[in-house]
């Protein structure tokens, strides 16, 4: 009986697989379209007389905001490690006063919506010259990771052993050494972890880019897509060709860090 039921549950998971992935072999589909054969009924399933118009199109137009979105997204790696693991750290390990107010107050961070927190930062931004610049936008993006962040490397750094820690300070190292050559290396799941989700919330960021850098001189890649779209345009193929190209670094780091997400994601609450 047990056995029966086996084709049947593979099978139901390979449909809804293949109705998940849909649209994105449709985007590919369409990205080799002939502008002709858009509106075609029916449609073409497969992209008969294909052609490489929409990735031309990308080549000449869309590696600046490639580009910047690749700089956006390193910038907001950077900063979010930069303030949520010594954030996480503190919270795990030296147990300040209010620590679990903090915690509560980041829980509550993450329930904000986007478009309120992007109008404030506008306001902000606007008398500080920080709008329309990269800078900002980086600024603007960790405020997404950094909650999360903090939450993750919080829960694996209190499984680490305080034995492990205690062996650091026989040995003369202080807080920030600890830190450095002991914490940081053994929790090196979950900060990947907390990487890849950042770099990823700040690569598909549209909120955030049209609200605080629809003048600036580098928008990313978000942007650039969203400048195809209008009234007169049926560039269609050019607009699946950059969504094509902007998935792809996405594809790979999760392809690529999957084990290392995996891993990070569990090993605070198998530890505890």
Do not use: C
């Not at 490489?52 to 910038?75: C, F, I, K």
């Not at 609200?211 to 400048?227: A, C, E, R």
């Amino acid at each position: 009986m047990r056995g029966s039921r086996s084709p049947a549950k593979t099978a139901l998971g390979l449909v809804l697989t293949g109705l998940m992935l849909f649209p994105v072999y449709w985007m590919i589909n369409v990205s080799f379209t002939r502008d002709q054969d858009m509106r075609k009924s029916p449609p073409n399933w497969f992209p008969v007389n294909g052609t490489l118009e929409g990735y031309h199109e990308v080549l000449d137009r869309q590696l600046p905001y490639l580009a910047t979105s690749l700089v956006v997204g390193l910038g907001t790696v950077a900063l979010t490690l930069l303030v949520a693991a010594p954030a996480a750290y503190s919270l795990a390990k030296l147990r300040p006063r209010g620590g679990g107010a903090l915690t509560f107050a980041l829980l509550i961070a993450q329930m904000i919506p986007g478009i309120i927190m992007a109008m404030g930062f506008y306001a902000i931004f606007l008398s500080t010259g920080l709008l329309n610049t990269l800078p900002g936008l980086i600024v603007a993006d960790s405020t997404l990771a950094v909650p999360f962040a903090v939450l993750v490397l919080t829960t694996f750094m209190s499984g680490i052993p305080e034995e492990l820690l205690q062996a650091a300070r026989v040995d003369g190292a202080g807080a920030l050494r600890t830190f450095w050559s002991v914490v940081l290396p053994v929790s090196r799941n979950a900060v990947i972890t907390v990487s890849l989700f950042a770099f990823l919330w700040a690569w598909s960021d549209f909120v955030f880019a049209s609200t605080l850098d629809q003048g600036g001189d580098h928008q990313p890649i978000t942007l650039g897509i969203y400048h195809y779209i209008g009234n007169n345009n049926q560039q269609w193929n050019a607009i699946m060709a950059t969504a094509v190209i902007a998935s792809i670094p996405a594809t790979v780091l999760l392809v690529v860090a999957q084990r290392y997400v995996a891993a990070g994601v569990t090993a605070g609450a198998v530890k505890h």
